[in-house]
């Protein structure tokens, strides 16, 4: 099975809503069961995660291989960080904690081959074919597979959205509620009427630039407001989240001696 070069537009060049779950663990063989479930992307951790870049090559070639975009949130904006996570396989790279129109302006000089970024080149990468296609050619080809989000998770972040939507080459923003209500002084209330109203006025400011939009959040009335908003890329499983909630029931089921 083969990914598609977009995921976020169909055959007949439509709009999509692709969907996606977190590989906390680190688990080549979860990545690819997630693919084979149907999930359209696969989530890689790095910021909350001790998953280094050997374990991200393997878990994007998992999920390739079974047809799902491998994605990665690398630790922060640092240029090994995004030019390891797109070596190493990521297809799309989220950024964490971009607040300032700098630092999304950075996430596309690190991740995108000229024209549009100053990507660090070196063909013999699986990035870019290993040497096999024409230099120029595999360029072409890895800067339309590569997406790139700068993640909205600050009041001040919040601000800069419009300006960082007007950057040539990034794909859009993805919003972190979590610490986004950390910064609210509403810590955890990503239910909250306020926490979601900001969220989805960014969503809606993302599509209005011609921008994605995306997130990543559980079941809930977020969830809902942010499918209303026309978000195109939406993360709300993992493994680890998903374990933690069926575990303690299945103990229960199991009589102690």
Not at 146 to 170: K, P, S, W, Y
């Amino acid at each position: 099975m083969t990914a598609p070069d977009n995921p976020f537009i169909d055959d007949q060049g439509n709009p999509r809503r692709v969907r996606g779950v977190g590989v906390n663990s680190g688990s080549p063989a979860i990545a690819s069961l997630a693919a084979q479930v149907g999930f359209d992307v696969v989530w890689v951790e790095m910021e909350h995660a001790a998953t280094h870049l050997e374990r991200v090559d393997a878990v994007c070639l998992a999920a390739e291989f079974d047809g799902a975009v491998p994605l990665t949130r690398v630790p922060d904006g640092r240029r090994h960080h995004v030019l390891g996570a797109l070596e190493a396989g990521a297809r799309i790279v989220v950024v964490p904690m971009t607040n300032t129109v700098e630092q999304a302006r950075l996430i596309v000089e690190f991740g995108k081959y000229p024209p549009v970024g100053l990507r660090g080149f070196n063909s013999k990468t699986r990035n870019l074919g290993f040497g096999l296609t024409k230099p120029l050619e595999a360029q072409a080809r890895a800067n339309r597979r590569c997406h790139l989000f700068a993640q909205i998770e600050t009041l001040e972040a919040v601000e800069n959205v419009d300006a960082m939507c007007r950057i040539e080459g990034l794909a859009g923003i993805f919003m972190g509620p979590a610490d986004l209500s950390v910064s609210m002084g509403m810590t955890g209330q990503v239910n909250d009427p306020k926490v979601i109203t900001v969220v989805v006025d960014c969503l809606k400011r993302a599509k209005a630039a011609g921008k994605l939009s995306g997130i990543m959040v559980g079941p809930g009335p977020l969830l809902d407001a942010t499918f209303e908003a026309g978000a195109e890329l939406v993360v709300c499983a993992g493994d680890l989240m998903n374990l933690a909630a069926v575990w303690p029931k299945e103990l229960e089921a199991i009589p102690a001696l």
